[in-house]
């Protein structure tokens, strides 16, 4: 697909984006809203200027945990879906663990994080680890398990051994699937980490939002909210792009299969 093509796409959104941020604006001064309540887009727009430089520098923390988090959700994601794929009985017993888990409310096990590691860094990257860590393991699980037999058959016919055929074909044949549990990892990424440290932390997005909620100050509550938006919007292209680099990208390779 060429690049005119993907930014018509987007006219829609950035049109519907422009008609949402002129009717806030319009509502706010027009309809006479409780300011303390509700901020306009101007007033979240000056606020954001105004602390730009201290929220930023909360903001640079939770980039790190985040992405610290998110590597090594990465890692031993896709590793603990190799391990139970590769050992039914694993994953008989503990597969709907698993998927169970990714049922488990935030707000239940970060006190728990807090007593075992207080309120450094670290107890948050291991938090945004744990979370971020069950959907890529699961849809590497069921990747895997979706890989038609004949690629491992051709590949063992071809004098390939069983853990090159894993590593080699397998995944990559599952790769797509695996991207989609990275991108609803990727999705939850800042909300978890921001939650995490506003429930307990030093510094960071998190507290960022509870002293901007301590003081009523509603404009850079939105603040905070749009960034976090923004940065979990630039996570999710890195994601894609990753995606599209690594795997190619769909469009083309329909628009060739026709052709």
């Not at 990257?125 to 491992?152: C, K, N, W």
Request: proline share 4%.
């Amino acid at each position: 697909m060429k690049l005119a093509d993907r930014l018509k796409r987007y006219i829609p959104t950035i049109v519907a984006i422009v008609a949402l941020l002129v009717t806030w604006e319009l509502w706010v001064d027009l309809g006479h809203v409780n300011r303390h309540s509700f901020s306009a887009p101007s007033e979240i727009a000056a606020s954001w200027v105004d602390v730009w430089p201290k929220m930023w520098a909360a903001t640079t923390v939770t980039i790190q945990e985040a992405l610290a988090g998110f590597a090594l959700a990465l890692l031993f994601g896709i590793l603990l879906g190799v391990l139970f794929y590769c050992s039914p009985l694993l994953n008989a017993a503990f597969f709907p663990l698993l998927t169970a888990a990714q049922t488990m409310p935030l707000i239940t096990i970060a006190p728990l994080f807090i007593i075992w590691f207080g309120f450094e860094i670290s107890g948050k990257i291991a938090l945004i680890a744990v979370f971020s860590l069950f959907p890529i393991a699961v849809q590497t699980i069921r990747g895997l398990m979706a890989v038609p037999r004949y690629y491992e058959d051709v590949a063992l016919t071809c004098g390939a051994t069983r853990a090159w055929t894993l590593w080699h074909v397998k995944l990559r044949v599952a790769a797509r699937q695996i991207f989609g549990g990275i991108r609803i990892s990727a999705s939850y990424l800042f909300a978890t980490a921001t939650t995490a440290e506003y429930m307990g932390a030093r510094k960071g997005l998190g507290i960022w939002l509870q002293m901007a909620y301590n003081s009523f100050r509603t404009p850079l509550i939105f603040c905070a909210t749009f960034m976090i938006v923004f940065l979990t919007g630039l996570v999710l292209l890195a994601v894609g792009i990753a995606e599209r680099v690594l795997l190619g990208d769909d469009d083309t390779l329909a628009f060739e299969e026709d052709g």
